[in-house]
């Protein structure tokens, strides 16, 4: 078994279920469709990683879909709020013997397989890496032993995140690395010039 272990957080994709705030502004069948696209760009980036991988969903288990068994284990998440089904995937990551654990989600299109090697590396003598969000969240968090209580107290979903978690780090005495900052993509506004792009071309295939 490989001792190394990327979690990707990964929704079902259905329409007017994904994006809500993008598809506020650009209408669900866009939102569904850069939703897809995000997808793609977290299994490209996650594909060829010499980690072993596990795609958890947010609501079941879904068979011949763009994430390959060949490549990525599947579970579905377990708990009530985000911090809580994050902390069952850590747990359970760590109770199955895996020495580094890096967990991301599906949002950021800047993401690459560079920037998780940089995270598993740092963990061969850290505690903790982190990487940033620019709208105050963040888009990957890495743990070399189980620290459940990162996960407790978190305004989730809001520009509080980041800093919340930082202030952890610091009070339970855990050295940590940083990772550059990237772009999720929440709204519209986060697309950037390729907003209207994405909405005239993408689509569901």
């Not at 032993?145 to 855990?174: H, M, Q, Y």
């Amino acid at each position: 078994m490989n001792k190394s272990l990327l979690i990707i957080f990964a929704k079902n994709p259905e329409l007017g279920k994904v994006k809500t705030r993008l598809a506020a502004t650009v209408g669900d069948e866009v939102a569904l469709a850069i939703y897809f696209q995000l997808l793609r760009k977290t299994r490209e980036v996650a594909e060829s990683l010499d980690h072993d991988k596990v795609v958890y969903y947010s609501n079941y288990l879904e068979k011949g879909d763009l994430w390959s068994e060949d490549h990525f284990r599947k579970a579905v998440q377990s708990g009530g709020d985000l911090g809580e089904r994050m902390k069952n995937a850590f747990t359970d990551a760590f109770d199955q013997g895996y020495e580094r654990v890096c967990i991301i989600g599906s949002d950021c299109m800047d993401i690459s397989s560079e920037i998780i090697e940089e995270a598993f590396g740092k963990l061969k003598n850290r505690d903790a890496v982190i990487g940033a969000s620019e709208d105050g969240g963040y888009y990957l968090l890495g743990m070399s032993k189980l620290v459940p209580e990162l996960f407790d107290n978190k305004a989730w979903s809001t520009d509080e995140v980041f800093i919340a978690t930082l202030e952890d780090f610091l009070r339970l005495g855990l050295d940590h690395a940083e990772l550059p900052v990237l772009n999720d993509i929440d709204t519209e506004k986060d697309l950037g010039d390729w907003a209207s792009v994405m909405s005239r071309r993408y689509h569901v295939d």
